[in-house]
């Protein structure tokens, strides 16, 4: 990749599949750039932002503490661009020449990048990059500032951020494309609440081969979980010397600080059939608390090579510090391929994987761990209930949309034109010790079906209600779902009796016929039952369960 006159050309070498590069773009103490429009003091102060910006991802300098943040922010929309954790950290530290073009952006901006002929164009504003340095005094919040534009802008094309900005997030606190959450991790923005401290069930960024944004109506996102009362203390991996065919759990009941053996459940496995079985638990007073693989290529080539685990003493889960005593699981499989760990934050242990399954062959390309705080292990985690039939067709691939932990649904991303091509959740953490408030941490759930161009946001806003959650949903659908409309209440009204709804924005088209599907009275929309691929062909809501115990 070079960034020539302003602009990006993407090189075509067909022998680099992630780019061509000429020269590292972090080399020496100086920044190796070519300015098109600068001034002599605007290139002082881009080479002072560059070096700022080299500080805070580049692996020699707070590349770990960068890193860490991409783990933490990466949702399953960023992900369905193609782009795990470490991809965007190596596209971020990528070596190339950089030419930048300073101008008045109108309207007034810090930076721009324009897609053209498979290139991008970064541009950033003169008046912001004049105010680094005023008569002078050097400003280092806007010097950091536009560092932050600066690999914002870069990773447009190169991570797969897109082109424009699909109004994913809003004002949460990771927005979903590439660029944004490489941007906020790279300034470390500390307003932010990370998707670690939901409460209940946490789903980790995904591990592995980036699933493709044009998902396969055949590829299958599929999930293995402990029962309610046990976590997993053991893995069962089928694999070969360079794969990785499928992938098991083995599940146990945690004591005070042991497993019990008595209890102790194999849960199937993802993936196909293939290579020799290995089955191994952990010391038996301990329990799996992170998953380490190496994986090889990107979306449709991509496939898992290795996959490993690491195990904890119970006793130092339930009082987290330093772990003193770590042993591991594996690794069984290759030993090439780029290798990555997903970890529980701390006071949790891993209670179930869910994994992308490419073609009819279900081949394993990823994984993503799920974990959930020891001391809620043996309580029975809300449950979801169906909210009548299911609508839609029997096309595409069956799969599950859930809230993560404890968090509800107060709206809906996707795309669509005249029928829903893609759609996923947007979840708000919902503190059952305050029921009646939402928290401030959101998440996003899995986002299923095909590639589209006209992405959406709905949210359940009001502009006269505080707070307010996704109660059911007001669908047209035939053989595939045509429109989809999210019905919201005001949790503390709902809970408390009313029936006042209101409807948030529809998106979709007309055709079909028309279906209403309500959760009980009190109840939340937590997930969708769905069948998708190149569009979404069938919906069934599920609602939380008011009858199951509190965490």
Request: aromatic share 4%; glycine share 14%; charged share 20%.
């Amino acid at each position: 990749m070079s960034l020539a006159s302003g602009g990006c050309e993407l090189d075509t070498e067909a022998d680099v599949s992630l780019g061509a590069y000429e020269e590292p773009l972090w080399s020496g103490t100086q920044p190796s750039i070519d300015y098109d429009g600068c001034s002599p003091s605007q290139e002082q102060n881009l080479n002072g932002a560059l070096l700022v910006l080299r500080g805070l991802i580049h692996p020699s300098y707070r590349g770990n503490e960068y890193l860490a943040c991409l783990k933490d922010a990466v949702t399953n929309t960023a992900w369905d661009r193609g782009r795990t954790p470490e991809q965007i950290y190596r596209f971020s530290n990528a070596p190339g020449e950089l030419e930048i073009g300073c101008q008045d952006l109108d309207p007034p901006k810090w930076g721009q990048a324009n897609i053209d002929d498979g290139g991008q164009e970064i541009e950033l504003d003169n008046r912001q990059v004049d105010r680094i340095r005023v008569n002078g005094a050097l400003d280092t919040w806007q010097e950091l500032g536009m560092a932050g534009v600066i690999v914002h802008e870069l990773l447009h094309v190169a991570a797969g951020g897109g082109q424009n900005h699909p109004k994913t997030t809003g004002t949460r606190d990771y927005d979903t494309t590439v660029n944004r959450i490489a941007q906020d991790c790279a300034v470390g923005r500390s307003a932010r609440t990370s998707r670690s401290a939901i409460g209940g069930k946490v789903d980790l960024a995904w591990v592995g081969g980036g699933r493709p944004f044009n998902v396969s109506s055949a590829d299958l996102v599929s999930s293995v979980s402990c029962a309610d009362h046990q976590a997993v203390m053991g893995l069962t991996v089928s694999q070969d010397l360079t794969t990785v065919y499928s992938v098991g759990i083995r599940c146990a009941a945690p004591t005070a600080t042991a497993w019990s053996a008595s209890t102790i459940s194999e849960r199937t496995g993802l993936g196909s059939q293939g290579g020799t079985v290995a089955r191994l638990s952990c010391r038996s007073d301990s329990m799996a608390t992170a998953l380490s693989v190496r994986f090889r290529g990107d979306g449709a080539q991509a496939r898992l090579e290795q996959l490993g685990g690491t195990c904890v003493p119970v006793s130092q889960i339930r009082s987290p510090a330093a772990f003193s005593t770590v042993t591991f699981l594996g690794p069984w499989g290759g030993t090439t391929g780029e290798a990555a760990h997903r970890a529980c934050p701390a006071g949790r242990v891993l209670v179930g994987v869910r994994g992308h399954l490419r073609g009819t062959a279900r081949q394993v390309q990823a994984l993503q761990p799920i974990c959930r705080p020891i001391a809620e292990v043996g309580r029975r985690e809300r449950q979801a209930v169906a909210a009548g039939t299911a609508v839609g067709g029997s096309g595409g691939a069956p799969s599950v949309m859930r809230c993560p932990g404890n968090s509800i649904a107060v709206g809906m991303i996707g795309g669509a034109g005249r029928v829903v091509d893609r759609l996923g959740l947007v979840c708000a953490d919902h503190d059952i010790n305050n029921p009646n408030r939402l928290g401030t941490a959101y998440s996003i759930s899995d986002v299923v079906g095909g590639q589209t161009e006209a992405s959406f946001e709905r949210w359940c806003n009001h502009p006269d209600l505080p707070e307010t959650a996704v109660v059911g949903l007001e669908l047209r659908a035939g053989s595939v779902i045509d429109r989809v409309q999210p019905v919201c209440a005001v949790p503390s009204a709902w809970r408390a009796g009313s029936r006042d709804t209101f409807l948030g924005l529809p998106a979709g088209g007309d055709g079909g016929g028309r279906f209403v599907r309500m959760c009980p009275q009190g109840r939340f929309v937590v997930g969708l039952n769905a069948r998708s691929g190149a569009s979404v062909d069938r919906l069934q809501v599920l609602c939380s369960d008011q009858s199951s115990p509190k965490l």
